[in-house]
């Protein structure tokens, strides 16, 4: 059974930092590229930042540049999102994608993200 899950979420802040971790278990982890996906209230789910298998291609959302890092662990078969400088407008649930091809590709639950002071 797959299983994709995502943690770190919380209230922080604003210019605070936050880590979001995923985790999956029962895929072939390095044959997946992960991505990172948010879903603000109102609005249409939007890919944030996405890493391929060896993590030697990386694309990020232009709003997040710079302040948001994406990272991949092969061992711990995780990934992870570095947020820096957040912003209320980063308020979101925050959802892990792994996908292989357009037919599969498994979703966590998501993870809330609140930036507030």
């Known amino acids: 059974q797959v299983r994709v899950e995502e943690s770190g979420g919380g209230l922080v802040q604003p210019g605070g930092p936050l880590r979001l971790s995923c985790t999956t278990s029962g895929l072939l982890f390095s044959l997946y590229d992960m991505v990172w996906y948010r879903q603000a209230p109102g609005k249409q789910r939007e890919l944030v930042a996405r890493i391929n298998i060896d993590g030697g291609k990386i694309d990020y959302t232009e709003s997040v540049k710079g302040r948001f890092t994406i990272t991949r662990n092969g061992a711990q078969k995780a990934v992870y999102l570095q947020m820096a400088a957040l912003k209320p407008e980063n308020t979101a649930v925050y959802y892990c994608?792994?996908?292989?091809?357009?037919?599969?590709?498994?979703w966590g639950q998501g993870t809330q993200v609140t930036v507030s002071s």
């Open positions: 994608n792994a996908h292989l091809n357009v037919a599969v590709e498994h």
